[in-house]
C-alpha cells in the first residue's frame, strides 16, 4: 500500500498543498485529478522524494519512504525532454543504472521495450534524430526500464496520436497489474475508462476521494436542458443553487442540487421555450466540473 | 555512492565524446605550441638577422670608413649585423637621393638610412619608418663618432698604433643579471608566464561553461526531474563535481603529456618557468576555485542566455590580472600585485604571474592558498545550498532577495 498522509507544502507561506490524504492500492491505477494550479505536481514531487512536505509523510508498505524508495518509483513527467545529443540506449542505460539496475538487466530491458515499441532501428541514433512521436516512446520507455513497483504517470498521453494512445494505454493497463500506478491528467474521459479510484483535489486539498462508482452516483441532481433556439445568456438567477455543469449551442447541463425538477421546468419554462428535459447519469468530466464550481 | 559514479561517469563521457570538446583538444595545443615558440621566434627574429641600411653621404669623405667600421660587427652566428647600401650615387641632387632612400625604406629594401652632411657643421641623421633596435642606434653612432676621433687624432699627429691603443684602453659597459639571464630569457619568461594562465581560463571556462549549460539543459526541460526522482541532489552535486573534476584533470593529463613532447623535443625551454611546483599547486586550487563557483551558478541560471552572462562575468576576474600583467611582473611585490594575490577571484592568475618572475617566502605561498581553500570552503557551501534548492527552478530567474531567501533554508 502507497499512503500519503497529512501532506502540507508552503509555497512563500502559501499552502499549495494542504493536508491531502489518500491511499493507492497495488494492481489498480489511481487517478490524482485537479485543475491547473490544484497542487497535483507538487504532490507527485513530494510522493516520489523530489520535495520534502512541510509536514505529514509517504509511506510504503506501512514505511515512511526514504531514499530507497528511489529505485522503486518510475516519473513521466508532464513536461517532457530527455539529452537531445545523445543515443537512445546511452540515455536509457544511464536513467536504468541511476535506478539501481545493472547493466545486463538494463541492457536486457532496453532491448525488450525498443523491440516491442518498434523502435530497435533507432538504438543507436541520437534522440534528436527522432520524430516527436517516437521522442515521446523514448520517455515512456525510460521511465519503466527499471521495472519500478510505483508508476507516476503525469499526462502519459499528451504528445501522442490516437494509435499510439491506444498502445499506451494497453501497456498502462497491462503494468498496473502487479504495480501502484499514479495516473495525473486533465483528460476525464481517460482517467474515466482507466481508474479504479480517483482523488479530485482543488486548492491543494481534497474535493473527494473514492471509487469511481461510487463517485459517479454521488447525489449529484444532473439534467440536460435543450432549448428550441441557441440561448447566448442563461438568466438562472432565481434558481440560487442551480449550477450550470456545461453548455453547447442550445444545450446545458446542470446540477439542480436541491431544486425539484417540476419546480425547475415550470420556471425555466417561462423564461425560454425548452424543448428537452431529462435527467442524465453524470461522467467524470461533467462530476469534476461540477464539484470545483461548487468548491470555488 | 554508486549513483553519483553513475552520474559522474555519464558526465565525463558526454562531454568528451562532443565535437567541442575534440575541436578544443586540437586547438588548444596549438596555441599552447604558438605560445612556446612565439618568444624563441620574436627573439629570434630581433637578434639575429642581419640588418640592411643604408648610407647616404653627401660629403663623400666618410662612406668608406664608416662601412668598413660597421661591417666589423658581427652577430653570434657569424653574420654580419648590418648589410650597408650605399645610396650616395642614386640621383642627381640631394633631394632625388633622399627620395630614392625614402622609397627603399618604404618598400622595405632596408631598415632605414643614415645621412651625413655638412651644413652649418657635420649631421649624422637616421632615417626610418618602423622600429630598428635602440642597441642598433647606439652603434651606429658610436662607430661615426670613432671615426671623426680617429681623424682628430690623427690631425693632431698620432700614428695608427697609437690611435689603436687609445680605443683598445676603452671600456665597455657589461651587464650583469642576478640569475643569470639576460633580457632575452626574461622576455621568455614573461610570455611563458601567461602559458598557465591561459591554461587556467581556458580549462576554466571550457569546463565550467560545458557545466553551466548542461544543467540549464537538465532543468529546461525537465531531465532533472526525472534525475531527482532516482537520486538525492548531494549525490547529483557529488557526481557533477567528481565528473567535472575528472573531465579537467583529462584535460590537463593530455597537456600534460603534450608538455612532456615539448620537453623532450626541446622546442619548450622549461628552465624558464621557475616554481613549477606552486604554479601547478595554484592551478589545480584554483581550477577546483573557479569549477565550484560554477556549480552555484549553474544553479541559479535558467537559461542560456544567462549561463553566458554569468561565464562571461567570472572571466573578467579570471583576465584581470593579464590586464597588469606588465606591472606585476616587473614589481610582484607591489601593493596592486599583492592585493590581486589575495583577493580569492583573482589570487590564482596573479600568483601564476608572481611566481614567474619573483620567489614569494613559503610563507607567502601558504598564506595565499590558505585565503583561497577558505574561499573555496565557502563557495562549495554556499554552492551546495544553491544546488539543492535553485534545481527545480525553471522559467524566471531568481531575485538577490529570492536567492537570499534560498541560502537562509534548512
Redesign the interface.
Known sequence: MLEIKNIKKYYNSKPVVNDLSFKVTEGNIFGLLGPNGAGKTTTL?II????LPASGNVYFNGQPTN?SF??L?G?L?E????????NVR?ILS??G????VGRAKVEKNINYWLERLELTQYKKYKLEELSKGNQQKIQFI??IIHQPKVLILDEPFSGFDPLNQNIFREIIVELSKERYVILSTHQMDLAESLCKEIVLINNGKEVISGTLGNILSTDKNLYEVSFSSNITELDFNKFNSVNIISKKENTVIIDLAEVSPAYFIKEISKLYEVSEFKKIKPSLHQTFLSLINSDQ | MLKALTIAKWEFLERIKRKSFIFSMIVMPLLIVTFSLLPSMLISDIKDSPMPLGLVDFTNQYKKDFSNELSKFILPDGQPTFLILNFSNNGTDKESILSFADKQVLNNGVNGYVIIDKNKGLHLTFRTNGLYGTEKIGLIEKTFNKILAKRELTNAGLNTSEIDKVFNNFVTLQKEYIEGKDENDILKSFITSYLFIILLITMVLFSGGMFVRSLVLEKSNRIMEIILSSCTSKQLLLGKVLGLSVFGLFQFLIWFLLGIFLYKTNTFDFSLIKNIEYQILFFVVGYIFYSSIFIGLGSIVTADSEAQQLTGFLSIFLISPILFAFQIISSPNSILALVLSYFPLTAAPAMLLRLNSTNPSVMEIISVISVLVFSLYLVVLVSSKLFRVGLLNTGKKPTLKEIYAWLKLK
Open positions: 514531487r516520489l522524494g523530489i520535495l531514499e528511489f529505485n518509483t516519473y513527467p513536461e517532457r525532454g530527455l539529452y537531445p545529443k545523445s546511452n544511464y536513467l543504472k541511476l535506478k539501481g525510460s521511465a
